[in-house]
């Protein structure tokens, strides 16, 4: 009773003690008389809570005297929390935008799992505050249960920023839209996101470092952990940045840069396979591929004197670095380029698991036939009028071996056709499991050549020409892929922008169509390509984009038979 102790640190500090108080060490220690361990200033791992927990309770430490607590500086600090039992939430990653509802849960959970911890939110009489959480674009206050921005109103809230007014304006002076009370007091806009359940706060990310992937929406923290636990014993813990780059066309990709431990080796054939461990982390949690991960020095990433990611500093870095920008002197370096250990773009295959190692090309087509010989194929002989003869690619006879003209792909792929045929060959699987549709390789290879012979005889694609697939992902997409192999023409793939569910879509439901009908609009006019293929929802999309594409064909299921009034002479295989 005389010992009574309280402790603060950041979810760093808990997991440091993890990692470096062992054996002996921890035999020695005495716990008991730890009343309350507050922990806050970053994001709460639940790991590192139950981790701890576990690690420390033959010392006498209990887990009742954790207290997650969140703050603010610009509050004076204390927001919300109390000393009690953790109480952890696992919900739905999928559901953590704003407006999104992840509790109450209607359903087992589709995709992955966030593991959130909860602020108790003490009454108001208690503290003379309030947590309200608000829609950071609508300023409308949100029910209990959905996602929104974090909003703090009572007497602890600063003023302002010391003379930035317009700032100060937009942080310190922001009011909820209400009919009932017009004359609700100033309210201090947090940048966090989080939702409000049974009276505790659950904070799932930042504003700021929200990320959109491929139509998804990301939090960096919880990328980041993902990274951690793939590159477990080769990544430092709470040195890892996710970060948006811009790629060309206008989309942003997910580059990450992490510190590597001072003990990690650094061969080269050490550091890809252990990249891959990390880069099939981040795939299966979160449903994106990273398109570059730079690995650096310890101690080299960029942080705040309270130890914060300075991810915003992270991307400048990243251009400094991998993209070329760089500044007129050394020491304009926000990151060395002698702490540089190592650059992975996506385009740089990783290596194969060591229980199989397939040859590339199979790794890329999923086809092992050997290649054939170089001297077994010739190029199609342009007409005079610079147009390729299409009947003769599929021609054999006199002497004259005509194949398909993307041999490194389309020659092999003949092969197997002709040696697998009625072989399944790609599948299309439900939620459940249970297949949907399916391909063989003949079934694959007519329904491509139909293809081919449409967009050559038909509607007139030369050599070269570029061709969009709008496409969802399934079966008719390998088709039409496949058949652009053969017609030799350019397949520019692009997934088709999501389409509100709802009559009555939400403002972000909205806003993610535009910004995915503008990003279509930029890539159509960067490859300016003669034609879209789609399937019918997506061709829809035709009379959606500020400018439209010069034409938008929608094949539907890919054809069968050749169009009307064309004929797909029979090939021959070599």
Excluded at 33 to 49: D, F, L, Q, Y
Excluded at 133 to 160: F, K, M, Q, R, Y
Excluded at 285 to 308: C, M, N, Q
Excluded at 560 to 566: A, C, E, K, T
Aim: net charge positive.
């Amino acid at each position: 009773d005389t010992h009574l102790v309280q402790r603060t640190a950041p979810n760093l500090g808990y997991a440091l003690c993890i990692r470096r108080v062992k054996g002996d060490a921890l035999a020695k220690r005495s716990l008991a008389h730890w009343k309350v361990a507050m922990n806050g200033a970053e994001p709460i791992r639940a790991s590192t809570v139950t981790e701890f927990s576990a690690r420390f309770a033959s010392c006498g430490f209990e887990s009742r005297a954790w207290a997650p607590v969140f703050g603010l500086a610009e509050n004076c600090l204390y927001c919300c929390g109390r000393a009690e039992e953790t109480v952890i939430l696992q919900v739905d990653r999928a559901c953590l935008g704003v407006g999104d509802k992840p509790m109450p849960q209607t359903g087992p959970i589709q995709t992955s799992i966030l593991e959130a911890c909860g602020h108790y939110i003490l009454p108001e009489s208690s503290t003379s505050q309030m947590v309200k959480i608000v829609h950071n674009e609508t300023c409308e206050e949100l029910p209990d249960g959905t996602v929104g921005e974090i909003w703090v109103c009572g007497p602890s809230v600063a003023g302002g920023y010391w003379q930035l007014e317009d700032l100060s304006t937009d942080t310190f002076r922001a009011r909820i839209k209400s009919t009932t009370n017009p004359t609700d007091a100033p309210h201090l806009r947090s940048g966090d996101l989080g939702f409000i359940w049974e009276r505790r706060l659950y904070i799932v990310g930042r504003i700021k470092d929200v990320l959109t992937i491929k139509g998804r929406t990301l939090h960096a923290h919880d990328i980041e952990v993902c990274a951690e636990r793939g590159g477990e014993g080769f990544l430092r813990p709470g040195c890892c940045a996710a970060i948006p780059i811009t790629a060309e066309g206008g989309e942003d990709t997910l580059v990450i840069m992490s510190e590597i431990r001072p003990e990690a080796s650094t061969n080269p054939a050490d550091l890809e396979q252990n990249l891959r461990g990390v880069v099939s982390e981040i795939s299966e949690s979160e449903g994106v591929r990273p398109s570059a991960i730079v690995l650096i020095t310890a101690r080299s990433i960029l942080k705040t004197t309270s130890g914060k990611l300075r991810r915003r500093e992270m991307r400048q870095a990243y251009a400094q670095l991998v993209l070329g920008e760089r500044p007129a002197e050394k020491w304009q370096f926000l990151i060395p380029e002698s702490a540089v250990v190592h650059v992975w773009k996506d385009t740089m295959p990783l290596p194969a698991p060591a229980r199989k190692a397939p040859e590339p090309a199979a790794a890329a087509s999923r086809l092992a036939a050997p290649a054939a010989p170089a001297s077994a194929y010739k190029t199609v002989p342009p007409q005079a009028g610079g147009r390729e003869d299409f009947s003769a690619i599929f021609r054999h006879g006199s002497g004259d071996h005509y194949t398909p003209v993307q041999l490194s792909f389309t020659g092999k792929f003949e092969e197997n056709a002709k040696r697998f045929g009625a072989r399944r060959l790609y599948s299309w699987m439900r939620g459940d499991c249970s297949e949907e549709a399916s391909l063989s390789f003949a079934e694959l290879r007519e329904q491509a050549c139909n293809l081919c012979v449409a967009l050559r005889q038909k509607w007139g694609a030369n050599t070269g020409d570029r061709v969009m697939l709008v496409y969802p992902p399934g079966l008719d997409f390998l088709v039409a892929f496949f058949g652009a192999q053969y017609a030799a023409v350019i397949a520019v793939p692009y997934y088709p922008p999501i389409m509100p569910t709802s009559p009555m879509p939400s403002a972000g439901a909205k806003k993610l169509l535009a910004d995915g009908l503008e990003k279509l609009s930029r890539i159509s006019q960067s490859c300016s390509p003669i034609l879209f293929l789609s399937t019918k929802v997506c061709a829809a999309l035709q009379h959606r984009p500020p400018r439209p594409p010069r034409r938008c064909l929608c094949v539907g299921r890919c054809p069968r038979s050749p169009p009307h009034g064309l004929t797909a002479p029979t090939p021959t295989h070599p």
